[in-house]
């Protein structure tokens, strides 16, 4: 998939026949966006044109409402990729500002989907809104396409089993609970959290349990404090890009009462080599396991933490590694 970053860039792409064109943030890219990017894409092909997705940066929320505690479920990078997943042939993110949501939705539509990408065919979800104040809605875009030459399907909300739509609204809910496993379930992979492995305290190699540790603040969607079974996708040397097993702990760990503030800290099961500092990891959450306790002492500590590995495995379908010693631990 092309990742355009400019209206110039959009020259790169052939559009002399048009394009099939979807609109949205696209945050989490979940089964609702999926069903309207399978069925653009569907189109496309049928047409024999490029399937193009417009797309904003940053967040409108956060652009009108800067003091708003908004974190997006998907990084840029991690929404680009979901959706080169998805078939798309090129992506164009427009920077949004305040001077591009004052456009009318007139001046928008013409402006960006037929001047700039000759659009033959929108392909959008029943909610779709666009233009200065939202005023336009999918009327005003089936209205516009008759006066601009391009046609407008709409793809009705898409729903769970449940009938519950899928929506990034229900992606947030369940994280706020702490079910992943049900955030799993409407973007139809495990949320993931990504961030920079900082130093912590270093307490997890002296234990024999080394983490990689992200701050909490920066990372993400963080769900609640707990121990999650999940993914950590990290460069391991030679091996280029891995995805390996992990316990996952969130938190500020109140056995020791000594951690300033929360972290997302990863340990790879059987791993005391990896030296992931000032590395960008992304940790992938696939169960939440057992809150966060504080224990009266060490031992019942330690014992916790080996359950908490082997608990890991057995949802990760791993085998559970032999415990490490504290001495041989070389990196984080």
């Not at 990689?212 to 969607?221: P, Q, S």
Request: proline fraction near 5%.
């Amino acid at each position: 998939m092309k990742v355009l970053h400019s209206p110039k860039q959009v020259a790169q792409l052939d559009l002399a026949a048009g394009c099939v064109l979807t609109i949205g943030i696209f945050d989490g890219v979940h089964r609702g966006h999926q069903a309207i990017l399978a069925h653009a894409v569907r189109r496309a092909k049928q047409m024999g044109v490029p399937c193009v997705v417009l797309t904003f940066d940053p967040h409108p929320r956060l652009v009108h409402d800067p003091d708003t505690h908004l974190h997006l479920i998907t990084s840029l990078a991690d929404r680009l990729e979901a959706l080169g997943q998805q078939g798309v042939d090129a992506t164009l993110v427009v920077n949004y500002t305040l001077e591009f949501a004052s456009q009318s939705a007139e001046d928008f539509v013409r402006t960006w989907l037929v001047d700039l990408l000759k659009a033959r065919l929108v392909v959008v979800g029943s909610d779709v809104r666009f233009g200065a104040g939202n005023a336009g809605d999918r009327h005003t875009l089936e209205q516009l396409g008759q006066k601009f030459g391009f046609e407008v399907e709409i793809v009705d909300n898409v729903c769970g089993h449940s009938g519950k739509r899928w929506s990034s609204t229900w992606v947030r809910q369940a994280l706020e609970k702490g079910d992943v496993a049900e955030a799993a379930r409407i973007l139809g992979r495990p949320h993931r959290l990504r961030g920079t492995v900082v130093h912590g305290l270093q307490r997890g190699r002296q234990l024999g349990f080394p983490t990689a540790n992200l701050d909490a603040e920066t990372a993400g969607v963080v769900p609640p404090d707990g121990v999650y079974a999940g993914w950590l996708w990290a460069h391991d040397g030679a091996s280029g890009l891995r995805k390996m097993p992990a316990a996952i702990s969130i938190g500020t760990n109140p056995t020791f009462k000594d951690v300033p503030k929360r972290t997302v800290e990863a340990h790879v099961l059987g791993r005391a080599d990896l030296n992931l500092y000032g590395q960008e990891v992304a940790v992938d959450l696939v169960s939440y396991l057992r809150p966060m306790i504080s224990f009266a002492g060490l031992d019942e500590l330690l014992k916790q933490m080996h359950k908490d590995i082997a608990d890991s495995a057995a949802v990760l379908n791993v085998p559970v590694p032999e415990p490490i010693d504290p001495a041989q631990v070389t990196a984080c």
